[in-house]
């Protein structure tokens, strides 16, 4: 049986994850923004803008994962079989940068704490706020890993 | 940048004359992947530097070499 090269679907789903979180990450931003505003026309406006977020980030993360889903279902996509690839390995350092910018900012938010106590923000908005900083730091950091190099793009 | 590590995939994709997508299709990985190989910017499994070498017919010394290694022996 013939099996397809799934190095370059793999890439695609890699990318477009990266593009789901940052758009989740900035919809997360979005829903802080939301929270800190005062009921009116702007907090009606930043509620249909965090509906569209969500709605863009589901469908650009589906899209993404759809065709790696599929190769895999039918039997094409052998994943354990595959060497892995600059992508995949930029995806995995990504995820070590944003546990490591999650757990500085939750070291941030203990020791000052006392301090968050005096705003009486709801405790919603700290948890939105590290989602936030935990999505865009792992989708920030694949992208600055894996940006175009003029002389990557050297074939001879 | 890893200086530690050199390879020749450019000097045998010449001689072959392939692409870096011919190539990445050819060993099962993308071409992101040979093109940062080739620079030096992703070092490579050894699986995948095994099958380069499979590819091409030679020994995976003769594609990847340790820089310092080559400057001690001089």
């Known amino acids: ?156 | 940048m890893h200086p530690e590590i050199d390879n020749r995939i450019r000097v045998f994709r010449a001689e072959h004359r392939m692409s870096q997508g011919e190539l990445a299709e050819a060993i099962g990985v993308s071409r992101k992947t040979i093109s940062t190989i080739e620079v030096g910017k992703f070092v490579p499994s050894t699986i995948i530097a095994l099958k380069i070498a499979r590819y091409f017919k030679v020994p995976v010394e003769e594609v990847f070499s340790l820089t310092d290694m080559e400057q001690q022996s001089a």
């Open chain 1, 1 to 156: 049986m013939k099996q397809n090269n799934c190095a370059e679907t793999v890439d695609r789903m890699q990318r477009g994850v990266a593009w789901g979180m940052l758009l989740c990450g900035i919809t997360y931003l979005i829903i802080l923004a939301e929270d800190l505003t005062p009921k009116g026309t702007l907090n009606s406006i930043l509620d249909k803008v965090t509906l569209g977020g969500v709605a863009i980030t589901m469908a650009v993360t589906i899209i993404a994962i759809w065709p790696a889903l599929k190769q895999k279902l039918s039997g094409q996509l052998i994943g354990a079989k595959e060497p892995e690839g600059f992508l995949s390995g930029a995806m995995l350092t990504s995820f070590k940068n944003g546990w490591i910018a999650t757990t500085l900012s939750i070291t941030i938010l203990l020791s000052l704490s006392s301090r968050f106590e005096l705003l009486e923000l709801p405790i919603r908005f700290y948890f939105t706020s590290l989602f936030a900083i935990a999505v865009l730091s792992v989708s920030i950091s694949f992208f600055w890993l894996t940006r175009e190099d003029d002389l990557e793009n050297m074939e001879d």
